[in-house]
């Protein structure tokens, strides 16, 4: 009996494949669960049109994710913080970075894809990795200096 998988099966595929089952185990395993569907003409023309939309949206987030890098790459963002000889008071975290980005330079960035291992304690300059798509990484130049003020 050949179905269509809805979840991933560590013996049987990922979702979307088309697998040849035994009729018990699709009848009282995959189908009562909602792991599988009949592998019938109209939800394999369904499946095919979830892939297509899916592969497009894929496409569209890669094409923001270069847009997005065209517009970080050339900048050094500059965060001004309270700070005694070389240390900073307190530490600048990827949500501040963000939100500095924002502010500065009209740029939203999701501060949960921003490789920082630990938040930044020193004064100084860092390249931070950001990865808005696993196809696109990017270097994000931040600059720490003491606020005078």
Request: net charge positive.
């Amino acid at each position: 009996m050949k179905v269509i998988l809805l979840e991933p099966m560590e013996n049987l595929g990922d979702v979307g494949a088309v697998v040849n089952v035994k009729p018990g185990y699709a009848r009282n395993y995959l189908l009562p669960r909602g792991l599988a569907t009949l592998a019938t003409e109209s939800n394999l023309k369904t499946l095919e049109a979830k892939i297509r939309a899916q592969a497009k949206k894929a496409a569209e987030r890669k094409a923001e994710a270069e847009r997005l890098k065209e517009l970080l790459e050339p900048i050094t963002l500059v965060l001004k913080v309270k700070a005694g000889d070389q240390k900073i008071y307190g530490s600048v975290t990827s949500r501040e970075i963000a939100a500095a980005l924002e502010a500065q330079h009209q740029i939203t960035i999701d501060p949960k894809k921003l490789a920082l291992e630990k938040p930044i304690k020193d004064l100084g300059d860092y390249a931070l990795a950001y990865k808005p798509h696993p196809e696109v990484p990017m270097t994000l130049k931040v600059s720490v200096v003491a606020d005078k003020a």
